[in-house]
T-cell receptor
Framework: DAKTTQPNSMESNEEEPVHLPCNHS???????IHWYRQLPSQGPEYVIH???SNVNNRMASLAIAEDRKSSTLILHRATLRDAAVYYC???????????FGTGTLLAVQP | GAGVSQSPSNKVTEKGKDVELRCDPI?????LYWYRQSLGQGLEFLIY????????KSGLPSDRFSAERTGGSVSTLTIQRTQQEDSAVYLC?????????????FGNGTRLTVT
């Protein structure tokens, strides 16, 4: 079973920031938090991952709660190309085997 | 550089036939995964290879499904006696390691249609 909870869908306006939440209350100490996104008719694309500290890369930022029971993916300036399903996933055991949930469908309005 | 390559991109087969789906991972990646995604559904884990270790086959839905990885590189997923419920997009991913901090790189999948 997926160990994360995400809203089914969210909407954003173009050029505005987007905060995608994820709850993972049963996270263990060795679980990494990964985010992937899937655009229509494509395979999933890696976005970002973290363990305890907040992370930034060219695509997004990941804010991790101090107790690690939740995290937020931040897209700083949404574009139409960011419309996708976003998956928040905890790594399984000590490996990077990913068990996908249903994700959040992000719609971006012009 | 080259990403994960899957072939064919589309495959239509008749019920009862066998099919083989191919995955070429990124060079040097030791871990390889197969997933499938039925229409409008999430991704379902099938099988995982890491180096020379025994594969994790815990996600294979039936004994009609099998996979091999030759020489630690190319992988083939075989479905015998295909059924209509096997229709899905089959996705392959590779990663440079199998620890929790190694991201997966996915191909664009093979769309299998069983008629």
């Amino acid at each position: 079973d997926a160990k994360t909870t995400q809203p089914n869908s969210m909407e954003s306006n173009e050029e505005e920031p987007v905060h995608l939440p994820c709850n993972h209350s049963t996270i263990s100490g060795t679980d990494y938090i990964h985010w992937y996104r899937q655009l229509p008719s494509q395979g999933p694309e890696y976005v970002i991952h973290g363990l305890t500290s907040n992370v930034n890369n060219r695509m997004a930022s990941l804010a991790i709660a101090e107790d690690r029971k939740s995290s937020t993916l931040i897209l700083h300036r949404a574009t139409l190309r960011d419309a996708a399903v976003y998956y928040c996933i905890l790594t399984w055991g000590a490996t990077n085997k990913l068990i996908f949930g249903t994700g959040t469908l992000l719609a971006v309005q012009p | 550089g080259a990403g994960v390559s899957q072939s064919p991109s589309n495959k239509v087969t008749e019920k009862g036939k066998d099919v083989e789906l191919r995955c070429d991972p990124i060079s040097g990646h030791t871990a390889l995964y197969w997933y499938r995604q039925s229409l409008g559904q999430g991704l379902e884990f099938l099988i995982y290879f890491q180096g020379n270790s025994a594969p994790d086959k815990s996600g294979l839905p039936s004994d009609r499904f099998s996979a091999e990885r030759t020489g630690g590189s190319v992988s083939t997923l075989t479905i015998q006696r295909t059924q209509q419920e096997d229709s899905a997009v089959y996705l392959c991913a590779s990663s440079p390691g199998d620890r929790g901090n190694s991201p997966l790189h996915f191909g664009n999948g093979t769309r299998l249609t069983v008629t």
